[in-house]
């Protein structure tokens, strides 16, 4: 079977590989301007708290105030401390942790957001309770069913948001449709995108395929105001099936975790031969460059994070096993969201725009 070409035209996807450098986010801070804390979850993650303590390090070096939550006497080299004594565990029932750990890092820094002592909270730790410990200080957006994490994927021609990702395993058609609407202004404010397009993750690009859901969902976004442009494959998502692709939680953490579980593989398999024979470290020699810039380009770390959207504060979600490299730039993700007023945009258009 043929891979279908995107209906694409190809002078939007050549303005699109113009004008959307896949690169770490960036963002103008001002050390001597007195801006707003980052609050990070120093115990969160698989490598927490060392690996997450030299990334708001490397952060910090950009300009970017970054304050640790943490237990008391968490050696910081110079970073402030608030201190919370308790973990959440990657184990622990989300919903239950919270309430039984008002004191763990994870829910203080939510609470920092919530109390108006910082703008942004970064955490590598438990998703679910990411998710829960927002919905209980920070609270959803009027409007707004359930909060979705959208991710960029770093695809050929310039960068496509993925959502959910995984905040919500089940959902219902009109929760995508709302994705669909939180996608698309998420591509306009923060990627540029003029009038994004969007399409539905499903199992062939024919409106008729896929299941319960996706056609119930196919029917609402038809009929919405958003540059709708039908349903797209999973294989299609790095080439850039669409600006947008929505889809439930469940699907959308598996898309997400098969990618950069494959991409990482691949790149891992190409150094392997690479430097298996000395033709091959000869020739790797000559395309070091071109494969830097691919790893930098195609590897998870360079974004470090997705923002957990629908939410009344910015909360940005790393990887469970992110390292210095990704919690840096998951710091940097979370600054680029609030220079770029996410939240307050969501907040202005979404009422609005969305029509179930």
Not at 15 to 32: D, F, G, L, W, Y
Request: glycine fraction near 10%; hydrophobic fraction near 40%; charged fraction near 25%.
């Amino acid at each position: 079977m043929a891979v279908p070409k995107r209906k694409t035209s190809k002078a939007r996807r050549d303005s699109r590989r113009a004008n959307h450098k896949i690169e770490a986010p960036r963002v103008n801070t001002c050390p001597q301007c007195g801006s707003p804390k980052r609050p990070v979850d120093a115990l969160g993650g698989d490598k927490a708290p060392d690996e997450v303590i030299a990334g708001a390090l490397d952060a910090a070096a950009d300009g970017i105030d970054v304050t640790l939550y943490g237990p008391a006497g968490l050696e910081t080299h110079g970073l402030e401390l608030v201190e919370a004594p308790d973990r959440i565990e990657m184990a622990d029932k989300p919903a239950e942790a919270v309430r039984a750990k008002p004191h763990s890092s994870l829910v203080a820094a939510v609470r920092g957001v919530a109390d108006g002592e910082a703008d942004a909270v970064i955490s590598a730790g438990n998703t679910g309770a990411m998710l829960a410990a927002g919905l209980l200080h920070l609270r959803r957006l009027p409007g707004v069913m359930r909060p979705a994490i959208a991710v960029p994927i770093p695809a050929r021609y310039g960068p496509s948001v993925l959502l959910d990702a995984g905040a919500n395993a089940d959902a219902r058609a009109e929760h995508l449709l709302q994705f669909a609407h939180m996608g698309a202004i998420f591509s306009e404010e923060l990627l540029d995108v003029t009038n994004p397009e969007v399409r539905l993750l499903s199992i062939g690009e024919e409106d008729e395929k896929g299941n319960a859901l996706t056609l119930e969902a196919h029917a609402l976004l038809r009929q919405s105001e958003l540059n709708f442009a039908g349903n797209a494959e999973s294989r299609d998502l790095l080439r850039g099936a669409s600006d947008v692709i929505v889809t439930d939680g469940f699907t959308g953490n598996i898309a997400l975790k098969l990618l950069e579980g494959t991409i990482r593989e691949l790149l891992d398999a190409l150094r392997e031969e690479i430097t298996s024979t000395w033709t091959g470290k000869l020739g790797g020699l000559l395309i070091r460059p071109s494969a830097r810039r691919l790893r930098t380009r195609l590897d998870p770390d360079t974004y470090g994070g997705a923002y957990l959207l629908g939410l009344r504060g910015l909360a940005v979600i790393a990887h469970g096993n992110s390292g210095r490299r990704a919690i840096a730039n998951a710091i940097r993700l979370a600054a680029r969201g609030v220079e770029h007023r996410v939240v307050e945009r969501l907040a202005e258009r979404l009422p609005e725009r969305v029509s179930v």
